[in-house]
């Protein structure tokens, strides 16, 4: 079975890969390619949300919203930035903010 790939920063990679993770940092600009390839070889794509924040809104929901490989943005060790607000985004697609 294919490895993880988690795409973030050095640090937080060096922990990942002793996980067996495959790693990758890319650099600015290059979040959503970087994300094609985790997509397209691996089962499981593990987002720092820094490089998440770099990615354009409609490609991340569409990673994020497929049923493989699954798609998971995970905290930044340095908290550069913040994860979504996962509770806002489901309030307001139920209808339920205005």
Same mark, same amino acid.
């Given at each position: 079975?294919?490895?993880?790939?988690? $795409? &973030?920063? #050095? !640090? +937080?990679?060096? &922990?990942?890969?002793?996980? &067996?993770?495959?790693?990758?940092t890319?650099r600015?600009? /290059? /979040?959503? %390619? @970087?994300l094609?390839?985790?997509?397209?070889?691996?089962? =499981?794509? =593990?987002? +720092?949300?820094?490089?998440?924040?770099?990615?354009? #809104? @409609?490609? $991340?929901? +569409?990673? =994020?919203?497929?049923?493989?490989?699954l798609? =998971?943005?995970?905290?930044d !060790?340095? &908290?550069?930035?913040? $994860?979504?607000? !996962? %509770?806002?985004? $489901?309030?307001?697609? !139920?209808?339920? #903010?205005?």
């Amino acid at each position: 079975m294919p490895a993880p790939v988690y $795409l &973030g920063d #050095e !640090l +937080s990679a060096a &922990g990942y890969r002793l996980a &067996g993770a495959i790693v990758r940092t890319p650099r600015a600009g /290059e /979040e959503a %390619a @970087a994300l094609a390839w985790a997509r397209a070889n691996a089962p =499981l794509v =593990l987002l +720092s949300a820094s490089v998440a924040a770099g990615i354009a #809104e @409609a490609v $991340l929901r +569409s990673a =994020l919203s497929a049923l493989a490989p699954l798609v =998971l943005i995970v905290p930044d !060790l340095q &908290g550069d930035a913040p $994860l979504p607000d !996962l %509770a806002a985004r $489901l309030r307001g697609q !139920l209808g339920l #903010e205005a």
